[in-house]
């Protein structure tokens, strides 16, 4: 295995298990407080910004992967879910969410999913849409 597959699998692990270790910081704490929005920091502080970090860098260790692997052509099926986190990174780190008050628009993309837990969930469905050309290369190779 070549050194730049091996540093792309290890950053989409370590990505992953940041994701899951933020997602048990910030559940247990909204679990103790009774409701997402009355969590406690700094744990749901961190759990959030491991979230926010780490989800990035599966994203991007997920796209590096799928163009490093030899999947073939079922590489074309990493498209759509790229571009559509490609558009939304993009859109909430240049341009921002709308906000109700006197400020701008809100550029944090952890506060983001902080306030719009449901984006945060769209956003982890879609990097795990980003394995299909591995699961259907794995898939077409078992059948006889």
Do not use: K, Q
């Not at 091996?6 to 409701?35: K, N």
């Not at 759990?47 to 692997?69: H, N, R």
């Amino acid at each position: 295995m070549s050194p730049v597959r091996r540093i792309v699998r290890l950053a989409v692990l370590v990505g992953t298990g940041g994701v899951l270790l933020g997602l048990v910081l910030a559940g247990a704490s909204a679990l103790v407080a009774g409701d997402w929005y009355l969590a406690r920091e700094p744990w749901i502080g961190l759990g959030i910004a491991l979230i926010t970090w780490c989800l990035a860098l599966t994203d991007i260790g997920m796209v590096l992967l799928v163009v490093v692997e030899p999947v073939g052509w079922w590489r074309l099926l990493a498209v759509p879910p790229a571009a559509y986190l490609a558009f939304f990174w993009a859109l909430y780190l240049l341009v921002g969410s709308p906000t109700t008050g006197l400020g701008g628009p809100e550029h944090d993309v952890g506060t983001i999913f902080y306030s719009n837990p449901p984006t945060m969930v769209l956003f982890m469905a879609v990097t795990v849409l980003l394995a299909l050309p591995f699961v259907a290369s794995v898939a077409v190779r078992r059948v006889p």
